[in-house]
């Protein structure tokens, strides 16, 4: 059975920039939602994807977007990077759908923006 | 929204004691899952208790959901327990609401 898996680990961006982080889903999986976990806080809902829509949103401006792709893998993108994006972006696989069942972590991406 | 409480906020022990840790929630959840986050970031599940009692080894869990409230027990601590614990429940929206951790740090 494979992980949830997340590349690239580490990231450093510009303001103004642009940047897409990707996630593969535990095998057998078919929702993926992401986080993003600023030091030393919990992590935040940024969104949900099951079928390749987007299913529920937490308090993120559109420049954060997402892709989820037939094989159930995931892209988030950020647009106009600002210097509060520097974070941890965590990706979690479930299987189950629409909700917030057993979730499965990956390593997640640091992304530094300068 | 559903408000998510940890306690205590900081732990430090000695190897080898024991630990619980505290949860409390402000209304019905239907999930319920412990997370260690390790000094690299990993986040790992503990535990997937929405009610009842678990265990896996050292580490056992209990929830009781008609007083919305979970515990984590860890027994003969290891310095490899150390890191930050967390608990989240499902909220709206499809996300699950975190609190904020309980930063264990165990002494050789």
């Known amino acids: 059975e494979t992980g949830v898996t997340q590349s690239p680990t580490h990231l450093i961006k510009t303001r103004g920039q642009q940047v897409t982080l990707r996630c593969s889903s535990q095998?057998?999986?078919?929702?993926v939602s992401w986080y993003q976990q600023a030091l030393g806080q919990g992590p935040q809902f940024i969104f949900q994807?099951?079928?390749?829509?987007?299913?529920g949103r937490g308090n993120f401006p559109p420049r954060f977007s997402g892709l989820q792709f037939p094989n159930y893998s995931s892209e988030l993108n950020v647009n106009a990077l600002e210097l509060d994006d520097s974070a941890l972006y965590l990706c979690?696989?479930?299987?189950?759908?629409?909700?917030?069942?057993?979730?499965?972590f990956g390593p997640g991406t640091r992304l530094t923006v300068t | 929204g559903i408000q998510v409480e940890q306690s205590p906020p900081d732990l430090i022990l000695q190897e080898g004691a024991n630990s619980t840790l505290r949860c409390n929630f402000s209304?019905?959840?239907?999930?319920l899952q412990w997370f260690h986050q390790n000094p690299w970031g990993q986040l790992i599940n503990l535990f997937y208790?929405?009610?009842?009692?678990k265990q896996n080894g050292r580490l056992s869990a209990t929830t009781v959901a008609t007083e919305r409230y979970s515990l984590l027990y860890i027994s003969s601590s290891q310095t490899t327990d150390s890191g930050v614990y967390f608990c989240?429940?499902?909220?709206?929206?499809?996300?699950?609401?975190w609190g904020a951790g309980t930063k264990l740090i165990i002494k050789p």
């Open positions: 979690a696989s479930s299987l189950g759908g629409i909700g917030a069942y057993e979730q499965y």
């Open positions: 208790i929405p009610s009842g009692t």
């Open positions: 994807y099951y079928r390749e829509e987007e299913n």
């Open positions: 209304d019905s959840v239907n999930n």
């Open positions: 989240a429940v499902d909220g709206s929206n499809y996300q699950l609401i």
């Open positions: 095998s057998g999986h078919n929702t």
